[in-house]
């Protein structure tokens, strides 16, 4: 047996954690990844609808070079606007360390990224969601998977309900009990994420259990659907049978192959006159179970104390989904569109005045923008500016030259700032300004660092409504959502 040490293996990191060692990857500029370490088991057999449990332990270096198994199953052009690939697998509950240095006596701050993608879709893989330029700034960065779908999300007999919502927490903890030896302090962690991954971080500050485990929060266009009671996930429970003929147990479940699966899911996640009780866009969603989950998370962070003394800094886009196409000839009318969304009568005249200079047949989409990002976020940044707890909001308005809008998605290269990020040219154009990359990346590490993104950007409050605009000269105004505000919280 050869004492002789390889010379790559002297240069690939090795951290132990409290389950066995890691070997990761060393980067030309000096910062270390650690690729695809399991926080739990894989949800395979009869863990497949359980809740996450610690992985078994394991002795030998395990090679952390590779992004893990992905519960994204179709390839990600089908399905999210981000490039996320995804990877074949059963130990889909990994997650990946990015660091400047993997020096436990370092404890620099800590970003743990959610990803989005409907809470269906989407991957921690993603080229987007390098850490290259928070660890170039001090930042160690943790980006996670989670169970998607009806293995995450639907209520089924048998089960515990908010499965992915059990794997964030228990992504949060292993970053508690680990994250000093790859050189963050776990007494340092913001929790981000960026539409479901947005919504996810929402519906953490209204866990308890996942109270400790961070102290600070970003949502980038979070997504929070209403109703996300008991109700609305027995609802979806019982859509789900009558459209699939299958009871929503883990019985009736738990040996269907992916595919089998995907097929049931995208039969529940059609449009239909029989989705009543349920949000007008989605139906496998956090909910409010009364355990994990004591109440609806809106509720909670609006009349509530969620998230109490917790820094916050949320937004959207301008333009999210304004994208999507108006209904075709033969399809709903605008009417009974903005109908189902609660725009009826005087208030359904009321949005379409203060539109009036969009074409109509944008007036959907601007709706579906308002209803799911922008009027939420502002709602709870108003009852937190009411409570005097430590809250910053933002619009980004830079508008891709690809189709003239500030649209879904758009804002993540630039805060992660990843200009030269594979996709990004295709959706930003060609020349995406880099100041303003430079001044996004900058406000989330001087928030993730101090809890507060900088004195060029007030904190909001009920007196000035101070907003950061995101455009290609950044500015701050005073309440300049005050038209959504008037619309959505009358």
Sequence with gaps: MSLETPQDALESPLVTTTRGPVRGERRADGSSRFLGIPYAKPPVGPLRFAAPEPPEPWTEPLDATAYGPTAQRRPFAEVTTIPEPSVPGEGVLNLNVFTPAADPEAGLPVLVWIHGGGYVAGSAASPWYDGA????????????????????????????DNRGVRDWVAALEWVRDNIARFGGDPAKVTIAGQSAGGGAVQTLLAVPSARELFRGALSVSGAVMRPDGPEAARAAARLFTSRTGLPATVAALQDLSDDELLDLQDRLGAPGPDREGLPPMLSLVPFADGELIPEPVLDALTEGDAGAGVPLLLGFTAHEFNMMPAPGPGGPPLPLLLGGLGLVGERAEEFTKAYADLDPAVLFGQAITDVTFRAPSLEVAEARAAREQPTWLYQFEWEAPVIGQAYHCLDLPFAFDLLDAENVTAVAGPHPPQSLADAMHRAWVAFITDQDPGADWPAYTTETRATKIWAETPRTENDPLAQVRALWHA
């Design 133 to 160: 330029a928070f660890n170039r700034d001090g930042v160690v960065l943790v980006s996670l998977g989670y169970r998607l779908g009806i293995e995450g999300f639907l209520h089924l007999e048998g089960a515990p």
